[in-house]
């Protein structure tokens, strides 16, 4: 009876110390936020790791900016409010009517509380307010950023500044096999069906149309473009059946999660980029 306390005692020490530990390793090494599925790592002159939702919301983010020809300092203070808002999750709920990724309220005329939970819907109005704030190129992160929110906390954005760099860096094309993602279990869809469904995601992010036949294929324009494309796939790749992504001598496999660089007929060139779902 009397080894009772103690026993407890250990184990709040224990509790604590994996407390610290864990909250230690949060902060070294690149960001790491809680977790919903399998990991992904941005490596850009820095480093970020996301979960599977994180980084897919995250890569629409910049697809949305990138098609209204935003400059990628626009990307990097649009990935920084949505960290700050929603730790780049589509919330449902929020303060007072706030909703998505950007926490935008119906009430203050952001739009409908369905086409606020559609991430393209909430970035693309993101995106056109803050090209309205004059002068927002020269400012802080966080000061371009309260000028859309309005926030109760107006200095919160700029925690977030380093991070949205890194993953701006990627996401925009100007970093190669950046994105890695590692995809494990049961695809989510299979064969043309997971093909299709790859296709119509990628033209709703990016407004233009891949080719799809057993494969999705996407052509561009210049190395930058195709990585582009390249890490955006990636980053979407637990939820569309994804299994290998190839553009020039590199090449990205689930489960694997890394890319390789690669020779000879598996080589695709710098025009087009290739996506290959499970069969």
């Known amino acids: 009876m009397k080894r009772k306390p103690v026993a407890v005692a250990v184990v ?25 599925g399998p990991e992904c790592t941005v490596r850009a002159d820095g480093e970020v790791t996301l979960d599977s939702v994180q980084m897919a919301n995250a890569a629409t983010i910049s697809a949305v900016g990138m098609r209204r020809k935003m400059p990628e300092r ?16 589509n919330l449902d709920t929020g303060d007072r009517d ?3 990724l950007f926490q935008q309220r119906p009430s203050q005329g952001w739009g409908t509380p369905e086409k606020i939970q ?27 950023a309260q000028k859309v929110q309005r926030s109760a ?8 500044a380093d991070e949205s760099e890194v993953l701006a860096r990627a996401l925009t094309g100007r ?21 299709a469904a790859l296709a119509e995601v990628f033209t709703l992010d990016w407004g233009i149309e891949a080719t799809t036949a057993a494969d999705v294929t996407v052509a561009v324009k210049d190395p930058s473009s195709g990585w582009r494309y390249a890490h955006w796939l990636v980053s979407h790749a637990e939820t569309t059946g994804l299994e290998r992504v190839r553009f020039a001598d590199r090449e990205w496999t689930a489960p694997d ?6 020779t000879g007929d598996r080589r695709v060139g710098s025009e087009t ?7």
Do not use: H
């Open 175 to 195: 970093a190669t096999g950046a994105v890695e993602c590692t995809v494990s279990g049961k695809p989510a869809l299979r064969g043309a069906a997971a093909a």
């Open 153 to 160: 906390f107006p200095n919160a954005y700029e925690k977030w």
């Open 12 to 36: 709040v020490i224990l509790i604590g110390a994996l407390g610290l530990f864990f909250a230690g390793k949060s902060f070294t090494g690149g960001l790491k936020l809680p977790r919903l």
């Open 74 to 89: 626009a990307v990097v203070v649009a990935l920084a409010t949505a960290f700050q808002e929603s730790k780049l999750e």
């Open 273 to 279: 980029v290739v996506a290959e779902v499970f069969r």
């Open 118 to 144: 559609d991430p393209r819907y909430a970035a693309d109005k993101f995106y056109a307010a803050l090209k309205k704030v004059k002068g927002w190129k020269t400012m802080r992160v966080t000061d371009a």
């Open 98 to 100: 706030s909703l998505g």
């Open 257 to 262: 999660g890394k890319w390789q660089p690669v």
